[in-house]
């Protein structure tokens, strides 16, 4: 069983008991965040992008917990180059990565990076025996059938909010293409540009893909299995 631990926007922890990843933590600023960056525990960083509100307090938290950044080059240099003692990982597109909870795997995203000469990534996350891909912030693209085809996916964990990413419709497609069993909303909700009905997502991804929709609120965690 792997917890899920929702911090708001798109900053969450998993956590299989004994290992602790924490993904994209933006909490220094943001207004929805449930909990602060010098209390939060990690094992492992992900991070999909350089913009402030996924690489957000990454370098803060490794250098205070020791945890392991992963993510592409690029942001690894920014992490390092804020005088943080950061432990880092360099990956890319199409890798994947032994750790001692399970494998990474950095996907394909959509999105502008913000950093030169970066990417944006998401992230397929072998833990506690399930298959959990983080698509980061990303439009819509017909490669998610591909991720879909290559692994079984137990859970997705997809932006909603619109205007920077997917909105409720593409993100249902996205459902439906990933074939997934089950799906997370995430990145809505923390400023009005991203406010969006989720109860409208979730009836339009039930009834378009053969997903349950888990509507996770921050603070609030739930059990995946
Ligand atoms: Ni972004
Ligand atoms: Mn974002």
Redesign the pocket.
Known sequence: MVKYSYFGH?CFLLDDGKHKVLVDPFLTGNPVASVSASDVEADYILVTHA?G??LGDAPDIAARTGAEVVGIPEILDICTSMGADVKGHGMNLGGSLNLPFGKVRMTLAQHSSGVPGGIACGYVIYIGGLVIYYAG?TALFSDMKLIGQKDKLDYALLPIGDN??MGLEDAALAAQWLGVRHVIPL?YDTWPIIRQDVAKYKELTEKMAHAEVHIVKPGEAIDLA
């Open positions: 798109a913009h509100d996924h912030d920077y990413t990145h």
